[in-house]
Nanobody
Framework: QVQLVESGGGLVQAGDSLRLSCAASGRTFNYYAMGWFRQAPGQEREFVAATTWTGGRSSYSDSVKGRFTISRDNAKNTVYLQMNSLKPEDTAVYYC???????????????????WGQGTRVTVSS
């Protein structure tokens, strides 16, 4: 079992940066791929970024590629999402998730992730 707790959200202006953190508990965290998803009001949850259990390979949605960076520190049981050049359309609740299945490719599908945090809200004003 893995528990995930996100933090770092807030209200920022367009062009600003934020770093989200996801603290995980559970001894097997180090072996899970980790992802970040977001959900805007009235929208479906969408993939943002994911990284392998080593952090050696990552995947990003087209909407955040070049602006967001996912990373992890397995010694601290923490995954990060560095968000730069934020835009109003990045406004959403951000969730981290853990995928316990070892896959050839990182999953971008929310339904394949096994554990979820409670989310942290990011609001970007124009």
């Amino acid at each position: 079992q893995v528990q995930l707790v996100e933090s770092g959200g807030g209200l920022v202006q367009a062009g600003d940066s934020l770093r989200l953190s996801c603290a995980a508990s559970g001894r097997t965290f180090n072996y899970y791929a980790m992802g970040w998803f977001r959900q805007a009001p009235g929208q479906e949850r969408e993939f943002v970024a994911a990284t392998t259990w080593t952090g050696g390979r990552s995947s990003y949605s087209d909407s955040v590629k070049g602006r967001f960076t996912i990373s992890r520190d397995n010694a601290k049981n923490t995954v990060y999402l560095q968000m730069n050049s934020l835009k109003p359309e990045d406004t959403a609740v951000y969730y981290c998730a853990a995928d316990k299945v070892l896959r050839r490719e990182l999953s971008v599908v929310a339904g394949t992730y096994d554990y979820w945090g409670q989310g942290t809200r990011v609001t970007v004003s124009s």
